[in-house]
């Protein structure tokens, strides 16, 4: 009798004992799966965050701010009043550009003005090219050569010129073609001429033998020199008519940067009693 209670007794000892441990080893694998679920969640967190936020490269950090900011106010200031007191504040140490007439004209003004394209050209140097929106509907692209020196420290290295709009994306641009025609060999003459005076003068009257009675150009003051000769005259568009726009490139130097690249400037022509620059519509790289 007192076997069969002391047996008793054992079982019921073992039982609790036996659902103790059950209890134990089910606390320790919900513990050990929540555990998993947090690290592997923590992984999937910090992976995705580095999956979204990429490197950013050279050319992702865009135009630099100072530099940009620097070129803004200096097309506004060239457009209105390009004397070399005005100018300035706005040069590296040791360049000068001479005095002209303001590029705008009848009354005209800068209503606003950002960048709208960028060129490299090594060692913190750079051309922006800043789109002048004017208060009479147009928009001059002023091409204006900086440096870069240190963080925060810019300056204009030369005088500026005006080139042509920046091509949209998607658009297809005009081939030039042979010039046609009995004219053709007149109009290369004019253009031959044309474009070293147009690059060297300082006054819109040193140009006046080559350009249409009330055409109206602003010459580039030197800012840039021809290296060797123009290459082959073309023109956009086809016909054989008195007036056509003609493209001529050749190689430039930048005075300032002594940076060397091609660009080929669009003439406007006209015939009267002879061939006329009626209009330069700027450089296209």
């Known amino acids: 009798m007192q076997v069969s209670q002391m047996s008793g007794e054992k079982a019921r000892t073992a039982i609790p004992t036996g659902r103790s441990l059950v209890r134990v080893v089910g606390r320790v694998a919900i513990w050990a799966l929540i555990g998993l ?20 490269s050279r ?44 590029p705008l004209s009848g009354g005209a003004s800068v209503a606003q003005a950002e960048i709208a394209a960028t060129q490299e050209l090594g060692n913190g140097g750079e051309i922006l090219t800043v789109a002048s929106e004017l208060r009479d509907a147009r928009t001059l692209y002023l091409a204006v050569p900086v440096s870069r020196l240190r963080a925060g420290e810019v300056a204009v290295l030369g005088a500026p010129w005006i080139v042509a709009a920046p091509s949209a994306v998607g658009v297809v641009s005009l081939r030039p073609r042979p010039l046609t025609g009995d004219d053709a060999r007149a109009i290369e003459a004019l253009v031959e001429k044309f474009l070293p005076a147009y690059i060297s003068a300082r006054w819109a009257r040193d140009l006046s033998y080559l350009l249409a009675p009330g055409a109206t150009v602003s010459p580039l003051a030197g800012a840039v020199e021809l290296l060797g000769a123009p290459s082959a005259v073309a ?32 003439l406007k022509v006209v015939r009267r009693d002879r061939w006329y620059v009626e209009g330069v519509e700027g450089a296209l790289s």
């Open 59 to 102: 050319e992702d950090r865009g135009v630099d701010p100072a530099s940009a900011a620097l070129a803004v106010r200096f097309a506004r200031t060239y457009l209105s009043d390009p004397s070399p007191r005005a100018l300035a504040p706005f040069l590296a140490e040791g360049v000068a550009i001479g005095g002209g007439r303001a």
């Open 235 to 266: 023109q956009l568009g086809e016909g054989e008519g008195s007036r056509r726009t003609v493209v001529v490139s050749g190689r430039f130097l930048a005075r300032a940067s002594g940076a060397v690249y091609r660009l080929a400037y669009r």
């Open 37 to 56: 679920l947090l690290v592997r969640g923590v992984g999937a967190v910090l992976a995705s965050s580095q999956a979204t936020v990429p490197e950013v």
